[in-house]
């Protein structure tokens, strides 16, 4: 038997400091590098990556700009404090109470950030085709969208697109442009279109030019864009949202529980 030959690994066209610059990003995201840990020295860096001292400075300015590191003159570079971000969706999908401010608000709070949010459009529009095509819209079909940039201690951290069927929305506080307070699953609801069931769909991607510039973005490092369905009663989609963040910066965090499975009984038992 002819045992086949393994494929050769393609070879890495990025920039020596680009590729420094991804392997200490990955120490540092995996938490090798603690928040407040120092970085090795120029002199270790290049040993370890037989790398000129210029190229290692200009890869330690690649994670200075994605704010991953800070430096001082004089000082050894160091990994920023809440480099990483746990966003967790199910905490964000439920009404909040009468009065309250956003669910992502408070749970912000809880991790000891400030955050906020900037509405920056609502307007009706013809909505990209993946939300078309969940909305049941035509090709030149429309829908109302409102436009938000959400910051964390003052900086850009997701951009949020959230499209809404005209019958739902037209005559309603979602055409104004002013923020909901609350947020919108609490008047979805009060509107009678309770949010049911959520399905997000999340993939990485090169950020447009637009995303580049909201979230004030240094490389063309991926995004993370979640397309996010809010279905209400019959199943029926109330909410299409389009939410971008910088991959570097955020992790996604899902919860399952189980389903408790059958024991075997002993007339069906596994035997032979």
């Known amino acids: 038997m002819t045992v086949p030959k393994a494929e050769p690994e393609a070879a890495d066209r990025r920039s020596l400091h680009e590729r420094i610059a991804a392997d200490l990003r990955d120490d540092i995201m995996s938490g ?11 002199a270790q860096l290049r040993e370890r990556f037989a790398a000129a001292g210029a190229t290692v400075q200009k890869a330690l300015r690649l994670l200075k700009d994605e704010h991953l590191v ?3 003159a004089g000082a050894s ?3 920023r404090e809440h480099r990483q971000r746990t966003v ?11 009065g309250a401010p956003y669910r992502w608000l408070t749970e912000a709070a809880k991790h000891g950030t400030h955050a906020r949010s900037e509405l920056l459009d609502v307007t009706e529009i013809r909505p990209p085709a993946d939300v078309r ?25 997701e951009l949020v697109e959230s499209y809404y069927p005209l019958d739902i ?25 309770p949010p049911r069931r959520s399905t997000d769909g999340v993939s990485a991607r090169v950020p447009t030019q637009r995303q580049y510039q909201a979230l004030h973005l240094t490389s063309s490092m991926p995004v993370l864009r979640t397309l996010r369905v809010v279905h209400s009663d019959d ?13 570097h910066l955020y992790e996604l965090q899902y919860e399952f529980t189980a389903e408790p499975t059958e024991q075997p009984t002993e007339e069906s038992g596994g035997g032979t």
């Open 235 to 247: 199943d029926r989609p109330i909410e299409v949202t389009v939410m971008v963040k910088a991959g």
């Open 133 to 157: 095509a969940v909305l049941g819209l035509p090709p030149d079909g429309t829908a109302l969208l409102r436009r938000q940039i959400l910051l964390v201690d003052d900086e850009p951290a």
């Open 169 to 193: 929305a037209r005559g309603t506080p979602l055409t104004e442009l002013r923020r909901i307070r609350g947020g919108t699953p609490a008047l979805l609801t009060e509107l009678g279109h």
């Open 32 to 42: 090798e590098l603690a928040p407040g840990a120092s970085l090795p020295s120029t």
């Open 88 to 98: 967790r969706p199910a905490a964000l999908m439920a009404p909040g109470r009468p």
């Open 70 to 72: 800070v430096g001082r």
């Open 77 to 79: 570079v160091t990994v």
